[in-house]
């Protein structure tokens, strides 16, 4: 492992089971790394896999201060049930994590975003994320996740419904192009 960031880098090895439970999370975590009696406040900045075994062969992190801000990848969490979900349309979640710039102190395990008054056809664009203290790094037209007609939708329910999930169809396929 290599810790860099810092006036000079510190090359370190780590246990596999140990970096094992570091990197098959979907949380963020700061991590304090003591080497030689000095502790360091660290993130798993970049990791790198066997090609064949998928063993885990290197690992940088980079040293963080609470003064300056670092750029790190957040899971993105759906919260509720969806009006279009329960009418028979699809989740379907296009980024399952975003990347932000925050100070340390500020990043959050995960960013929740509540899905209960989306309808079919609607979605969830980058640019409507808001959390305090963090930017968002993804573009802004990018969709995080949206509610999408199936056929039991466009077929199911009464005909207001029909209309209803037809209109919004017709307004993501114009939208996507």
Do not use: M, W
């Not at 690992?59 to 009418?87: M, Q, R, W, Y």
């Not at 808001?130 to 005909?159: F, H, I, Q």
Request: include cysteine; charge should be negative.
């Amino acid at each position: 492992c290599v810790l860099y960031g810092g006036e000079k880098q510190v090359y370190f090895s780590i246990l596999e089971n140990d970096l094992d439970k570091l990197v098959n999370t979907p949380s963020v975590y700061l991590v304090e790394i003591d080497f030689e009696g000095t502790t360091y406040k660290a993130i798993l900045q970049d990791i790198q896999f066997h090609p064949v075994t998928d063993k885990i062969t290197h690992a940088d992190f980079l040293l963080i201060s609470e003064d300056k801000p670092v750029i790190i990848s957040i899971p993105v969490n759906s919260v509720g049930t969806s009006k279009g979900v329960v009418a028979g349309g699809k989740l379907n979640i296009n980024r399952r994590k975003l990347k932000v710039k925050a100070l340390p102190s500020a990043l959050p395990d995960s960013i929740e975003l509540d899905i209960t008054p989306l309808k079919i056809g609607d979605s969830i664009k980058v640019k409507e994320v808001k959390v305090n203290g963090l930017e968002l790094l993804d573009p802004k037209s990018d969709v995080v996740l949206a509610v999408k007609v199936t056929r039991t939708s466009a077929r199911g329910g009464d005909d207001d419904d029909e209309e209803e999930a037809a209109t919004a169809e017709a307004e993501t396929e114009s939208a996507e192009a």
